[in-house]
């Protein structure tokens, strides 16, 4: 089972940017969807973003136009580009893998996460 790894959270004002990471222990990460996904206090966890290995990609309405998903595989990572960040982007971020591009259920174990807090 191939191990990730989240980073790049931080504190920033609402209309800023963010980049997370998906770090991976394994090249074969390469093969697998990654998603992104997040939970803010009190809520349920929301999948914002698939990514396949060919570089397909789907987001959540809530986050379509302002984030994107990319890999490079070179380094075994997944990014998450967050632009134009509201307040209600306020979580902690996961990575994981999935099995299809309409899934969301993750394969994986949940790591510990990047929180991510935009203050208004």
């Known amino acids: 089972q191939v191990q990730l790894v989240e980073s790049g959270g931080g504190l920033v004002q609402a209309g800023g940017s963010l980049r997370l990471s998906c770090a991976a222990s394994?090249?074969?990460?390469?093969?697998?969807?990654i998603g992104w996904s997040r939970q803010a206090p009190g809520k349920q966890r929301e999948l914002v973003a698939r990514?396949?290995?060919?570089?397909?990609?789907n987001y959540a309405d809530s986050v379509k136009g302002r984030f994107t998903i990319s890999r490079d595989n070179a380094k075994n990572t997944v990014f998450l580009q967050m632009n134009s960040l509201k307040s209600e982007d306020t979580a902690v971020y996961y990575c994981?893998?999935?099995?299809?591009?309409?899934?969301?259920?993750?394969?994986?174990?949940w790591g510990q996460g990047t929180q991510v807090t935009v203050s208004s």
């Open positions: 990514i396949s290995s060919g570089g397909s990609t």
């Open positions: 994981n893998t999935y099995g299809s591009m309409t899934s969301s259920f993750a394969l994986g174990s």
């Open positions: 394994r090249s074969t990460v390469n093969i697998y969807i």
